[in-house]
């Protein structure tokens, strides 16, 4: 599976931007697709996973009411649309998938494939 990410760029704080994930390569069946961020000098953290062809999702309390993490199952894409950026949400973000199981999906210790990054800075 390959993951291609766009949508980074540098916004000023209570801004918006809407990353995309597009997946190719062995995207047959039902997977977790998620967001994870790193900021320099901290872990990986997850943001945003969804169960791609079904509603469920996971989002981490930091971003709850301000991110949102969607799917164009035709598309073989996920989205995290960003509302109300604060300069804490500056970061590299990551997309990555998982045929799973996962028992904590925003964990990224359980996510085989990955994206190269997109940068997201707030000031």
């Known amino acids: 599976v390959q993951l291609v990410e766009s949508g980074g760029g540098s916004v000023q704080t209570g801004g918006s931007l809407r990353l995309s994930c597009a997946a190719s390569?062995?995207?047959?069946?039902?997977?977790?697709m998620g967001w994870f961020r790193q900021a320099p000098v901290k872990g990986r953290e997850g943001v945003a996973v969804?169960?791609?062809?079904?509603?469920?999702?996971f989002h981490a309390d930091s971003v709850k009411g301000r991110f949102y993490i969607s799917q164009d199952n035709a598309k073989n894409t996920v989205y995290l649309q960003m509302d109300s950026l604060k300069p804490e949400d500056s970061a590299m973000y990551y997309c990555a998938a998982s045929f799973g199981p996962l028992l904590l999906p925003l964990s990224p210790a359980g996510y085989t494939y990955w994206g190269q990054g997109t940068q997201v800075t707030v000031s």
């Open positions: 390569g062995g995207t047959s069946g039902n997977k977790y």
């Open positions: 969804i169960r791609t062809g079904t509603p469920i999702t």
